[in-house]
């Protein structure tokens, strides 16, 4: 059974929202009110009677304040931008307590009536590999100037069983989380829309990952000391993504020590690069078809309008989209200042994370996002948090893992890496 039009829903409960505007205090003494209606539309198969601790919580995007209602509470809000997010408790009909979430992003309150709905999911845990780590803001030469090709991404096996690495793709998505445009036909439920795949070669079982090993993917796999001496070494890395570029000025470095990912698509003419702010979701997906038929049958054409000063001009693009069932794991990441959605649908990522508060922000570099330890095997192997909420989910701005292990510069002026952690925050010890 889907419900429909269900106000904010608490086992069964109906909840009245009154929104109280016109100014930044709420009460008595605000100039007028009207109500917000949150309205549910639940998945098949729950019970209503079986959703409990359930809680709605409303982020400011303009002055990054965050309000949480539950049972039996009226919502007081300001007028402005908001992201939406629900979360309850629900008792499945096997007897396994689960958690349903949903979330809207960029919604506008106005002082009118405003109606919000959601539609919860089932989040179900992960049995496959997890993005641990996303190094894309780089490093800074001595001289000061920004240095390329250094980032990279770590790959884990979070489960106790092995797992094979064959097949699976790394992704970047093609929209930014810092410009939202309503891009018809929406296609978010059912797809990721991305500009980059590249995946790791193999028949099936030619690559068992242990349960507590990594697959570092790296930008370019050599010793980048050799020419940044606050960068490090990625000549060790598993696999790196290599382009044969059409630009003869800008060629790409093909290290004879790491071996290539298999590039599926990239929308580059030259050289595949982690954004260097991070405005991107990135992921990994088990793509079912071949590079053939997906380029084929796969293609996402798109309108979107842009409005600035000097008028309005509709655009049309195309890309690929990547079934939401195929994606193992996404994480969006984004800044502060600059925020304005999560690019993937909200079963995948229903968060962001970041390095840098501000567009361009200098302390970026030489930090990192890392997935947060939740704790440590009795064999002592590392358990992280997979909520499939990048928010919750992982530290912002750490020191990256490889300059820990490597101790190499945490800054411009060459100060060296003293600590191990498991997470950018958590000492190993």
Same mark, same amino acid.
């Given at each position: 059974?889907?419900? /429909?039009?269900?106000?904010?829903?608490?086992?069964? !409960?109906?909840?009245?929202?009154t929104?109280?505007?016109?100014?930044?205090?709420?009460?008595?003494?605000?100039?007028?009110?009207?109500?917000?209606?949150?309205e549910l539309?639940?998945?098949?198969?729950?019970?209503?009677?079986?959703?409990?601790s359930a809680?709605?919580?409303?982020?400011?995007?303009?002055?990054?304040?965050?309000?949480?209602?539950?049972?039996?509470?009226?919502?007081?809000?300001?007028?402005?931008?908001?992201?939406?997010?629900?979360?309850?408790?629900?008792?499945?009909a096997?007897?396994?307590?689960?958690?349903?979430?949903?979330?809207?992003?960029?919604?506008?309150?106005?002082?009118?009536?405003?109606?919000?709905?959601?539609?919860?999911?089932?989040?179900?845990? +992960?049995?496959?590999?997890?993005?641990?780590?996303?190094?894309?803001?780089?490093?800074?030469?001595?001289?000061?100037?920004?240095?390329?090709g250094?980032?990279?991404?770590?790959i884990?096996?979070?489960?106790?069983?092995?797992?094979?690495?064959?097949?699976?793709?790394?992704?970047?998505?093609?929209?930014t989380?810092?410009?939202?445009?309503?891009?018809?036909?929406?296609?978010?439920?059912?797809?990721?829309?991305?500009?980059?795949l590249?995946?790791?070669?193999?028949?099936?079982?030619?690559?068992?990952?242990?349960?507590?090993?990594?697959?570092?993917? !790296?930008?370019?796999?050599?010793?980048? /000391?050799?020419?940044?001496a +606050?960068?490090f070494?990625?000549?060790? !890395?598993?696999?790196?993504?290599?382009?044969?570029?059409?630009?003869?000025?800008?060629?790409?470095?093909?290290?004879?020590?790491?071996?290539?990912?298999?590039?599926?698509?990239?929308y580059?003419?030259?050289?595949f690069?982690?954004?260097?702010?991070?405005?991107?979701?990135?992921?990994?997906?088990?793509i079912?078809?071949?590079?053939?038929?997906?380029?084929?049958?796969?293609?996402?054409?798109?309108?979107?309008?842009?409005?600035?000063?000097?008028?309005?001009?509709?655009?049309?693009?195309?890309y690929?989209?990547?079934?939401?069932?195929?994606v193992?794991?996404?994480? +969006?990441?984004?800044?502060?200042?600059?925020?304005?959605?999560?690019?993937c649908?909200p079963?995948?990522?229903?968060?962001?994370?970041?390095?840098?508060?501000?567009?361009k922000?200098?302390?970026?570099?030489?930090?990192?996002v890392? /997935?947060?330890?939740?704790?440590? /095997?009795?064999d002592?192997?590392?358990?992280f948090?997979?909520?499939?909420n990048?928010?919750?989910?992982? +530290?912002?701005?750490v020191?990256?893992?490889?300059?820990?292990?490597?101790?190499?510069?945490?800054?411009?002026?060459g100060?060296?890496?003293?600590?191990?952690?498991?997470?950018?925050?958590?000492?190993?010890?």
């Amino acid at each position: 059974m889907k419900l /429909r039009s269900i106000y904010f829903l608490i086992v069964s !409960a109906l909840l009245s929202a009154t929104l109280y505007s016109c100014d930044d205090t709420l009460g008595e003494g605000s100039a007028y009110s009207s109500g917000v209606t949150v309205e549910l539309e639940m998945p098949d198969g729950i019970d209503p009677g079986s959703v409990s601790s359930a809680v709605i919580s409303m982020y400011n995007l303009s002055n990054g304040q965050t309000s949480e209602f539950y049972a039996g509470e009226t919502i007081n809000v300001i007028p402005g931008i908001y992201d939406v997010t629900y979360s309850a408790s629900v008792l499945l009909a096997n007897g396994v307590t689960s958690e349903l979430k949903a979330v809207r992003r960029s919604v506008t309150v106005t002082g009118s009536n405003t109606v919000i709905v959601l539609k919860p999911f089932n989040n179900i845990s +992960n049995d496959d590999f997890i993005i641990s780590e996303i190094f894309f803001a780089g490093t800074l030469q001595p001289s000061g100037n920004q240095y390329y090709g250094d980032d990279y991404v770590k790959i884990y096996n979070n489960t106790d069983h092995v797992l094979y690495a064959d097949g699976l793709t790394l992704f970047e998505s093609r929209f930014t989380t810092t410009e939202k445009y309503d891009y018809t036909p929406d296609i978010m439920d059912e797809a990721v829309t991305v500009h980059a795949l590249y995946t790791i070669p193999g028949s099936g079982k030619d690559h068992p990952v242990q349960p507590g090993e990594y697959i570092l993917l !790296a930008d370019t796999g050599i010793d980048h /000391r050799q020419i940044n001496a +606050n960068s490090f070494d990625l000549s060790h !890395a598993d696999w790196e993504w290599y382009d044969v570029s059409t630009k003869p000025s800008e060629l790409d470095i093909d290290s004879p020590l790491v071996p290539n990912l298999d590039k599926m698509y990239c929308y580059t003419l030259s050289f595949f690069m982690l954004h260097n702010r991070g405005f991107k979701c990135y992921g990994l997906a088990r793509i079912p078809v071949g590079k053939e038929e997906y380029l084929r049958d796969y293609k996402y054409t798109y309108s979107y309008v842009i409005e600035v000063a000097a008028g309005t001009f509709p655009m049309s693009q195309s890309y690929y989209k990547l079934p939401n069932e195929w994606v193992v794991d996404a994480v +969006n990441c984004s800044v502060a200042a600059k925020y304005a959605w999560t690019v993937c649908a909200p079963r995948l990522d229903m968060g962001w994370t970041y390095c840098g508060t501000i567009d361009k922000d200098k302390t970026r570099y030489f930090h990192s996002v890392r /997935r947060k330890l939740l704790y440590v /095997r009795d064999d002592g192997t590392p358990v992280f948090k997979d909520t499939n909420n990048s928010s919750e989910d992982f +530290n912002p701005q750490v020191t990256p893992s490889e300059i820990e292990l490597q101790h190499t510069a945490t800054d411009v002026a060459g100060l060296r890496s003293e600590v191990i952690t498991y997470d950018g925050v958590t000492p190993v010890e």
